[in-house]
């Protein structure tokens, strides 16, 4: 099978100043409950409740503790209770008012006025309700609650967060309208002269007669030029809903890429008698996706290697409510080591998170669940084995709300030019126990499901043998093919401009059972040995891989087999959770970057195979810690187990003990490194003899300089570490200088031990105390280490690497903000940062 796909995809957004929607974060009032038991009367009184200003996760306002569950971070959940009190707006009998919520983790149940309103299980999709019958008259509050049951806080694998963790707005139309989410805009033909632009409307007429008017969309380029129209008369009978089909086209299309992510914006106004009556703006991004076995995959029909990552939802100190900012550095940080896509581990992201996609260029596999009809292993409870209240999760509604759920999430996302393709699923194999066997690497369902065939072991069977295998064995009551299948089904319904894929973990027996005719590309995960099985059974399928532990050997997979066009390392990011048993390390998994954004050796080792630019960097271990044995003074290191070879967390410093043997890892993408220690040669190493691409030494420790260089033309690059002294002072920088006073807008405050000469010390650690002066909020610190546990929302921290992160957030208030920083022992540094 050959899937070819081209497409316009866009962003829907709705212009503030028209007023169609309002932010409704700001003076909400919020408690926890003792127990999990919905309020009897509302609304609640809520006086001596605490004011929060939304996005909120409560969770992470908590201290780590060995009591709760390593799977979700060692922080608590909860049950929470939100109410915010407004005024009915004005024109109330001519309008349709709704609120949006595009996420709230999670069994929200909402109210307003003491109405139910409805609920929604599911953490991570938006919902919106409509609360026009149910407003009050005149100037009398209402007061909208919401309730949000997270008391099973280890219902999911990693850290969620709780409370209404992501942005609400407060939605006024006229009753003639364009619904939320209501347009989709594709391409069927682009080329250099022109795109045609197909955009698919819906209005809602809840007058109770008839209306006429006229239905006009503008496009403007991104310099506020506009480059099409289109304008029609429109009839539309009382009550009802309709779609109309307008068809533009915009001359010489700059394109959307990831290098150059052009945002075009369609306008759609719906007006009468000359009377504006709405008003739908909606940004998106001209380009065209294809892809098949041959070439793998093309971006505007130039082959494009999807040089990806996964990552989870939270970010470090503000847990689950991450502003818009902290995404921003975070993805620029990652695009800067080469990385032009994001895989949504394992669920559905924020509006305001594929927002910056669009806008920074970054491609997006768009993911929806991490289980279908049976459980995951949250702790030790592989498909629920034993009764355990806190590790039931959203296998209990999946069956009753998956269409709903996919559905709202692909009628908000659809539009983002970002999303290039549906995941249904993440590993959903694990959860049905017969795939297992049919592979032979288990034998009984007691053997973990990371049995040391399955990561070592080739395909034992032919593909013939194993779709027997799979036939002839007992099933259970649901068949995960014929779940995919409808999955599928509802996605293809909704678009059908950009494939669907799965992550697969048992792969083989996915192939051969049907669950990967249910989708278009088959995704592996970590079977990287099954590829070329793959490729030999089943010539019509392309195949990639959608999840991967990143190492060069992935790299390769993609470097050596054309249609496989993609890894998604696990993970770009550190995130909290997925830990069993091993307090205090709370995080983990990153790659390229810690919990605290802080960049990892990883992240220029693959900024050396993924940016063609010149490149060197040193990472160095003690030899004792390094998985090496040194095979002589002239020669590399021989590795001694399987996770060696590859790139680690190395030291970015040169201290050590004098004599001590260190193994030297240099990351280049030139083809010969010289490594010299205080302008001695230490010899030099080429790629051919480092088939990780890394270029390694082992030395005695010498206290100095140690430098590796490479280009030897005359173009030469060239990498220190220096051997640092006791740490004197402290360095305080702000990525900022200036806020915007609108709220949202944060700067990262960092602090790095230095020594005499100014050097980053990175070997010694100190206890920093934050205190400021003005308006400002205060989100919390962290140093990125994997076993923090010091409470995220404090003023004090201890460096981790001789470093900290402190993030601030802007008010609404103008004025000037100082932040010092101390230390005991150094001089105290201040930073002003102006608030306009």
Not at 137 to 145: M, P, Q, R, V, W
Not at 290 to 313: I, S
């Amino acid at each position: 099978m050959i899937v070819a796909i081209t497409l316009l995809a866009c962003q829907s957004k709705e212009k503030q100043h028209f007023s169609r929607q309002i932010d409704f974060n700001f003076d909400w009032r919020f408690t926890l409950q003792k127990d999990t038991v919905k309020p009897s009367s509302l609304p609640m009184k809520d006086t001596d409740w605490r004011e929060v200003r939304l996005p909120h996760d409560w969770s992470v306002e908590m201290s780590f503790d060995s009591i709760y569950e390593g799977a979700t971070g060692y922080l608590p959940g909860g049950v929470g209770v939100y109410q915010k009190h407004f005024k009915t707006p004005n024109n109330k009998k001519d309008k349709s008012i709704y609120v949006l919520f595009d996420g709230v983790y999670n069994n929200a149940t909402f109210w307003l006025n003491g109405t139910l309103l409805g609920e929604n299980p599911y953490g991570y999709s938006p919902v919106h309700f409509n609360l026009t019958e149910h407003l009050k008259e005149g100037s009398e509050d209402n007061i909208l609650t919401v309730h949000v049951d997270h008391s099973r806080y280890a219902d999911s694998r990693w850290y969620t967060g709780s409370g209404i963790y992501r942005n609400v707005k407060l939605v006024t139309l006229n009753k003639l309208h364009i619904p939320i989410w209501g347009t989709y805009l594709t391409t069927p033909k682009i080329s250099k002269e022109a795109a045609k632009v197909n955009l698919e409307v819906k209005i809602n007429n809840e007058f109770e007669e008839d209306q006429s008017f006229t239905l006009s969309t503008k496009i403007f380029d991104n310099k506020g030029q506009q480059v099409a129209e289109h304008s029609e008369e429109v009839s539309q009978s009382a009550g009802t809903e309709k779609t109309v089909v307008q068809s533009l086209e915009v001359a010489s299309p700059n394109l959307w890429d990831t290098e150059n992510p052009n945002i075009y914006k369609a306008v759609t106004t719906i007006s009468k008698n000359g009377n504006l009556l709405d008003e739908y703006a909606t940004p998106f991004g001209i380009r065209s996706l294809e892809f098949n076995r041959e070439f793998g995959f093309k971006l505007n029909g130039k082959v494009t290697d999807v040089k990806g990552v996964c990552l989870h939802h939270d970010a470090g100190l503000v847990g689950a409510a991450v502003p818009k900012g902290v995404w921003k550095r975070r993805i620029q940080k990652l695009k800067d080591c080469g990385v032009n896509a994001i895989r949504t581990a394992h669920n559905p992201y924020s509006k305001e998170f594929l927002d910056l996609c669009d806008e920074m260029g970054i491609l997006v596999q768009n993911e929806f669940f991490d289980e279908f009809d049976y459980a995951k292993d949250k702790r030790n409870n592989y498909h629920d084995r034993h009764d355990d209240y806190i590790t039931k999760g959203y296998v209990e509604h999946f069956r009753t709300w998956n269409k709903s759920d996919l559905t709202r999430t692909m009628l908000r996302d659809r539009n983002h030019p970002s999303v290039f393709q549906w995941s249904i699923g993440n590993e959903i194999e694990w959860t049905y126990l017969h795939y297992r066997f049919v592979t032979g690497f288990w034998e009984n369902p007691d053997e973990p499901q990371n049995s040391g065939k399955y990561w070592g072991s080739a395909p034992m069977f032919s593909a013939e043998e194993m779709k027997t295998r799979y036939d002839n064995i007992e099933k259970g009551e649901y068949i995960l093919a014929e779940t995919a299948k409808k999955l599928s089904e509802w996605t293809r319904a909704l678009d059908t401009t950009r494939p669907i894929t799965a992550n697969f973990v048992v792969p083989q027996t996915s192939m051969v059972s049907g669950y990967a005719d249910a989708v278009d590309i088959a995704g592996f995960s970590y079977r990287n040995k099954d590829i070329p099985w793959a490729l030999k059974n089943f010539p019509d399928k392309q195949i990639t891989i959608n999840e991967n532990p990143g190492t060069w050997d992935d790299w390769k997979q993609v470097i050596e087999n054309p249609g496989v066009f993609s890894i998604f390392m696990w993970t770009g990011i550190d995130y909290m959770g997925e830990r069993h048993g091993d307090w205090p390390s709370k995080s983990g998994w990153g790659d390229l970057l810690d919990l605290a954004g802080f960049e990892y050796q990883g992240w220029n080792y693959f900024k050396s195979i993924w940016v063609n630019k010149p490149h060197i960097s040193i990472g160095t271990l003690p030899i004792a810690e390094s998985g090496f044995k040194a095979k002589g003074v002239s020669g590399q290191q021989l590795p001694e187990n399987a996770g060696a070879y590859n790139w680690r967390d190395s030291n970015m410093h040169w201290n050590y003990e004098k004599g001590e043997q260190v193994v030297v890892e240099v990351c280049s993408n030139h083809t010969i490194v010289e490594l010299l220690l205080n302008e001695k040669s230490l010899g030099r190493r080429s790629m051919t003899e480092s088939p990780d691409r890394l270029f390694r030494w082992t030395i005695p420790f010498e206290a100095g300089t140690l430098t590796a260089k490479a280009g030897f033309d005359g173009q030469e690059v060239i990498a220190e570490l220096k051997t640092t002294s006791k740490a004197v002072g402290i360095q305080f920088t702000s990525d900022k200088e200036t806020l915007s006073a609108d709220g949202y807008d944060v700067a990262h405050l960092e602090v790095q031990l230095i020594d005499k000469n100014g050097y980053e010390v990175k070997t010694e650690n100190a206890q920093i105390e934050f205190s400021i002066e003005g308006d400002i909020t205060w989100l919390g610190v962290d140093n990125g280490a994997r076993d923090n546990i010091q409470d995220f929302q404090s003023k004090t921290i201890t460096t981790a690497k001789g470093r900290s992160l402190a993030i601030i957030q802007s008010t609404k208030n103008k004025g000037t903000v100082k932040v010092t920083a101390k230390a005991e022992g150094f001089e105290s540094k201040t930073i002003s940062i102006g608030i306009k």
